[in-house]
């Protein structure tokens, strides 16, 4: 076992636990966010009613070990798990306690891997990394250490962190409470990639914090879910998730239903071929959820390879993205991830409001004040409210 050097562990007993030997770049690429205190608890908070004498409690991405400081506990079998050499060093050096393997959790994912017996309870706790493998930073790295990115055909997918749900049905895990982020249950595309791990789980419940509460996340906000989950045959399809209450810090809730989202009015992707029921000379910017739009122009007169075609019958409700960027610029991060939303009572009167604006914007007119309806007043002081 390596000793590290009295000085350079005290560095990594940073109160951040932050994964201080990677520079930002590879936390991102290795997913090496390290989780504060207050959101362990949680976890354990969750966890808690369903702990029993030798229940196994496992993080199989278990990085500094965040989830198990000051968790010590003779009734149970807690085990971290890492690939990363440093990671277990670490681990080892500091959690007596522990049982410590050194592994990759997306390859023969197995119990006997980790020396689990079949009988035996399991609860997975943890904040796996997550990142789009397909993305040009992580093909990077993939290439520089081949062996990183190795992922079981019977679970790979597009992003790491889904890999890593459905890494815990192979396990038969009993409990899940794992921090994702929020957009993989409520993106109905991503939703489905979570294949066998959504027919077996069912969603207890989710707490959505801010990504801003890890230190050294940067960039836009967006909603992080502490999901506890249950191994249920009855498993959950995207009605569930429609209908499911999600937990707020300040005790607020939401439910995907009271929402009326824009999403099938519009096409969000380029076309390179359209007839001639589209403007020729305005394109949208393409998008994917509110996160995007604030980031990104909306309307464009160039056609290149970002460009949305508008179909001339849809301009209004380009017309109110376009809008809704302006007006809800601070929107709360819990929403960031969300399809831009409306209210289902507009008629032609409110949507004209929209077609109105954009027409004085884009020709560049004095900004002429067109007066607000009586409903998007009641929609914008509905919007404030969440
Ligand atoms: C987001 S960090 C979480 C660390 C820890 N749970 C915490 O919150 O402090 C993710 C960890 O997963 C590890 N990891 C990434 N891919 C892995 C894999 N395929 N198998 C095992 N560990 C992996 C990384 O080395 C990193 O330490």
Known sequence: ??????????????????????????????????????????????????????????????????????????????????????????????????????????????????????????????????????????????????????????????????????????????????LHPLSYLIKETNFNSLKEFKDNYRLLKSLVVDSKKFSDAKGASFPI???????????????????????????????????????????KYPKKTFSDEYLNNLFFFTFRDINSIMRNRTFIQEFNNYSVPIHKDKLKYYAYIDYFKEEFRDIPFYLRNFDVFYNPDFTEKDWNYFTQRISSKLENKEAKKFPKTSKIKAFEAWVANL
Not at 226 to 245: A, P, T, V
């Open 1 to 178: 076992m390596i000793k590290l050097p009295f000085n350079y562990q005290k560095k990594l007993a940073d109160i951040k636990h932050s994964a201080n030997h990677l520079t930002y770049q590879a936390k991102i690429n290795s997913g090496s966010f390290y989780t504060p205190s207050q959101l362990v608890n949680y976890v354990w908070e969750f966890i808690t009613p369903f702990l029993t004498k030798n229940t196994t409690v496992l993080d199989t991405s278990a990085g500094k070990g965040s989830f198990f400081i000051n968790r010590k506990n003779r009734d149970l079998s807690l085990i971290a798990v890492d690939d990363d050499q440093w990671a277990v060093n670490y681990l080892k050096e500091n959690f007596s306690f522990l049982q410590i393997i050194q592994k990759n959790a997306l390859i023969n994912i197995k119990r006997v891997n980790y020396g689990i017996q079949n009988k035996q309870k399991l609860i997975i706790i943890g904040n796996p990394p997550y990142n789009d493998i397909t993305s040009l930073k992580a093909r990077k790295i993939k290439e520089n250490s081949p062996n990183n990115l190795v992922i079981d055909p019977q679970i790979k997918s597009r992003d790491l962190g889904i890999s890593f749900l459905r890494s815990y049905y192979q396990l038969k895990a009993d409990y899940v409470c794992v």
């Open 225 to 267: 879910a502490i999901s506890l989950y249950q191994l249920d045959k009855k498993g959950m399809n995207y009605e569930y998730i429609k209908n499911f209450s999600f937990q707020l810090e300040n005790g607020k809730q939401f439910s995907l239903s009271s929402f009326q989202f824009l999403t099938d009015l519009v096409s």
